[in-house]
T-cell receptor, first 114, second 110 residues
Framework: NAGVTQTPKFQVLKTGQSMTLQCAQD?????MYWYRQDPGMGLRLIYY???????DKGEVPNGYNVSRLNKREFSLRLESAAPSQTSVYFC?????????????FGEGSWLTVV | RKEVEQDPGPFNVPEGATVAFNCTYS??????FFWYRQDCRKEPKLLMS???SGNEDGRFTAQLNRASQYISLLIRDSKLSDSATYLC???????????FGAGTQVVVTP
């Protein structure tokens, strides 16, 4: 049972470089999310996709773009990385509307921007 | 004001003791509530859902108080393996809007 899979797990970028974090889920969930987690800040929503074909901004979208490629895949792109984007990034999915409505997370991607 | 607030702790608990902590939420439209557990450098994982009538899962008991807008988690007979950060989560909306607290750290000591 893979659940939510995200890559890469670790990445070091130089300021100004771009990169894409990949995420895929095999639970047939409608909704997918990208969060970042910083010490003392908790999880903050960057972007979400309520369903295939739609994406919306969360709390901290600046500096990021997303693509919901299909129902399974939701990628996060940093166009021009900044040191402030050093963080742990979690992709997640949920079956919105179903009983329970729990959210499942990938293992996280540790990104350092130098 | 944050929508979901938690005491960050740490709660230092002797092994075998009981620990309890709360979480308050500001959105009265919240439909569902959960406790997640997060170990250091790991992803959050569902510990348990929280129901209006209160519910237990082994040594863990969760309560919801809608009138005062808080949920609680109680851990009995604490184990060293219970050391973690516990995240309070409120859910509302049709598309799946989850609001996370910043977490309460629990440290169980021998």
């Amino acid at each position: 049972n893979a659940g939510v899979t995200q890559t890469p797990k670790f990445q070091v970028l130089k300021t100004g470089q771009s990169m894409t974090l990949q995420c895929a889920q095999d639970m047939n969930h409608n909704s997918m999310y990208w969060y970042r987690q910083d010490p003392g800040m908790g999880l903050r929503l960057i972007y979400y996709s309520a369903s295939e074909g739609t994406t919306d901004k969360g709390e901290v979208p600046n500096g990021y773009n997303v693509s919901r490629l299909n129902k399974r895949e939701f990628s996060l792109r940093l166009e021009s990385a900044a040191p402030s984007q050093t963080s742990v990034y979690f992709c997640a999915s949920s079956d919105a509307g179903a009983s329970g409505n729990t959210i499942y997370f990938g293992e996280g991607s540790w990104l350092t921007v130098v | 004001r944050k929508e979901v607030e938690q005491d960050p702790g740490p709660f230092n608990v002797p092994e075998g003791a009981t620990v309890a902590f709360n979480c308050t939420y500001s959105n009265s439209a919240s439909q569902s509530f959960f406790w997640y557990r997060q170990d250091c450098r790991k992803e959050p994982k569902l510990l348990m859902s929280v129901y209006s009538s209160g519910n237990e899962d082994g040594r863990f008991t969760a309560q919801l108080n809608r009138a005062s807008q808080y949920i609680s988690l109680l851990i009995r007979d604490s184990k060293l393996s219970d050391s973690a950060t516990y995240l309070c989560v409120a859910y509302w909306g049709s598309w799946g809007k989850f609001q996370f607290g910043a977490g309460t750290q629990v440290v169980v000591t021998p």
